[in-house]
């Protein structure tokens, strides 16, 4: 356990879920010849803190439905164990989302209104995932929110900061972003499947049952690269991005521990892994198209 209940609420293993997106969009500016540092750094501010304050919002707010018990798997959490207060923790929410707020200000100064829009937006959603009197986090629509936002608004947007274009790649490379990071969900979830369905927390996960979800779980992976496949084939996507096939290997042992593991560490190291998964294609393939754009 982090000593320090602060990273714990912050949940670092999910903040490569925030870094991935911004990544893929500065390759796809350096390819297009119009990145700009700047640009780059306040992107990663606005992500990482946008993601800090869901995590510590979902900190805050399971506890208080009791989505948290003792008897869960996964690291303890800071308000549920009395680590941090509720107060507290909200207080660390609106800190992010002003650190968020900060950084995108220089985005608009850059990029114009749309970043206002954006990030109004983002906040909007990550204080109903699980806030609010119908938290759609507990319907089972919290993976399309996390596609939406952490997939195709993040990517799209973090391309979108260096010079006021979205270009078609950008959306096109945010569908497997898109599907990762919707994956680290699904193996979040897959994980708490028992202790959610008791307090009555109806993840996606809950409502398709364990098989089904890891068949989703392995359809989101899998449509990942077939989504950057064929993107290159049409011709949205430079063929550098094919860079981010070299990962594949990785989650192969991703997809035996969903298969064969129920409960305990191993699930753990699934959704850590799945994490690892989504920023290491970021960078495969920011790191083809970078390679590209100089050959």
Known sequence: ????????????????????????????????????????????????????????????????????????????????????????????????????????????????????AIGVLSIIATLGYVGGPVPYG???????????????????GSRYVHDSSAPASAWQLAIPMGCLVTAILVANNVRDIETDARVGKRTLAVILGRPRTVLLYQGLVGGAFLALASGVAWGAIPNGGLAGFVA????????????????????????????????????????GLVVQSYA
């Open 1 to 116: 356990m982090p000593r320090n209940p602060w990273i714990l609420a912050a949940r670092p293993h999910t903040l490569p879920a925030a870094i991935a997106p911004v990544v893929v969009g500065a390759g796809l500016a350096v390819f297009d010849d119009v990145f700009r540092i700047d640009a780059l750094v306040a992107a990663l501010i606005g992500a990482l803190a946008i993601q800090v304050a869901a995590n510590f919002a979902n900190d805050a707010s399971d506890a208080k439905r009791g989505a948290d018990p003792e008897d869960r798997v996964g690291p303890p959490r800071a308000v549920a164990t009395g680590l941090l207060t509720a107060k507290a923790v909200w207080t660390g929410v609106w800190i992010a989302f002003g650190v968020a707020a900060l950084a995108g200000i220089w985005m608009t100064i850059i990029a114009g209104w749309v970043i206002v």
């Open 248 to 287: 594949i290997p990785f989650a192969v042992p991703l997809d035996r521990i969903i298969r064969r593991e129920v409960d305990g560490p191993p699930l753990l190291t699934l959704l850590k892994g799945t994490a690892r998964l989504q920023l290491t294609v970021a960078f495969l393939i920011t790191t």
């Open 138 to 156: 507990y319907r089972g629509f919290g993976e399309v929110f996390v596609f939406l936002f952490f997939g195709v608004v993040a990517t799209v």
